[in-house]
């Protein structure tokens, strides 16, 4: 039931680009995207709502396939400070459950000098 | 604004010692949450207040978690009796009400690590 993230984990050199996907077996109503770096808090990046919506953070943008049940997090021109693990989390959207954030296992990215 | 604070940062202890950690969310938050995370997993949802109402506990939580939050402001989770399964990094997170539950973003803070032995 949790949301799907692929790949789980990614190497890139600065200035290259990525490519984070989520996907999910449920119908997704928004999608939530963090980073943590090792020993820090999960940071919130940026929040998508519609289907086909697309929303950016600097050069780090998402995009929310409503039908597909999909977002993707797209990472440009990638800076040493993107390195860290992303994820993605949706809501549970139960009659009886306002609170429940699932989260993806996550993707480690690296960015190498 | 100081962000969502917990304490203690981390915890050592052997197992069948009870253990409570504490959570100070984001002073104009109404609703407050528990996670686990365990290495290389995303957070797991435990259970989550609004105000002081705790309305809802995964079945994760086993009868010896307990999670308070008196008077709406911080939040309490103790562990009885516990095991080395239990080491973990709890995390809290803390939201505004929002109107569309969807909409609800969550802020959390830095967590406490348990190392049970």
């Known amino acids: 039931q949790q949301p799907v993230q692929s790949p789980q984990a990614v190497i890139l050199r600065e200035g290259e680009d990525a490519v984070i996907n989520c996907s999910s077996s449920?119908?997704?109503?928004?999608v939530h995207w963090y980073r943590q770096k090792h020993g820090e808090a999960p940071v919130f990046l940026m929040i998508?709502?519609?289907?086909?919506e697309q929303k950016g953070h600097e050069k780090i943008s998402a995009s929310f396939n409503e039908k597909k049940q999909q977002s993707s997090l797209y990472l440009t021109a990638s800076q040493l400070s993107y390195s860290g693990t992303y994820f993605c989390?949706?809501?549970?959207?139960?009659?009886?459950?306002?609170?429940?954030?699932?989260f993806g296992a996550g993707t480690q990215v690296v960015v190498t000098p | 604004d100081t962000g969502v604070s917990q304490n203690p940062r981390h915890k050592i202890t052997k197992r069948g010692q009870n253990v409570t950690f504490r959570c100070d969310p984001i002073?104009?938050?109404?609703?407050l949450y528990w996670y686990r995370q365990t290495l290389g997993q995303g957070p797991e949802f435990l259970t989550y207040?609004?105000?002081?109402?705790?309305?809802?506990k995964s079945r994760l939580l086993s009868d010896r978690f307990s999670a308070e939050r008196p008077k709406g402001s911080f939040s309490t989770l103790e562990i009885q009796r516990t095991e080395q399964g239990d080491s973990a990094m709890y995390l809290c997170?803390?939201?505004?009400?929002?109107?569309?539950?969807?909409?609800?973003?969550?802020?959390f803070g830095a967590g406490t690590r348990l190392s049970v032995l």
């Open positions: 997170a803390s939201s505004a009400l929002a109107g569309e539950r969807a909409k609800n973003i969550q802020y």
């Open positions: 449920k119908a997704l109503y928004s």
């Open positions: 998508l709502l519609k289907g086909g």
């Open positions: 989390g949706s809501y549970v959207m139960t009659t009886d459950s306002w609170g429940k954030l699932q």
């Open positions: 002073s104009e938050h109404n609703r």
């Open positions: 207040f609004q105000n002081e109402a705790q309305l809802e």
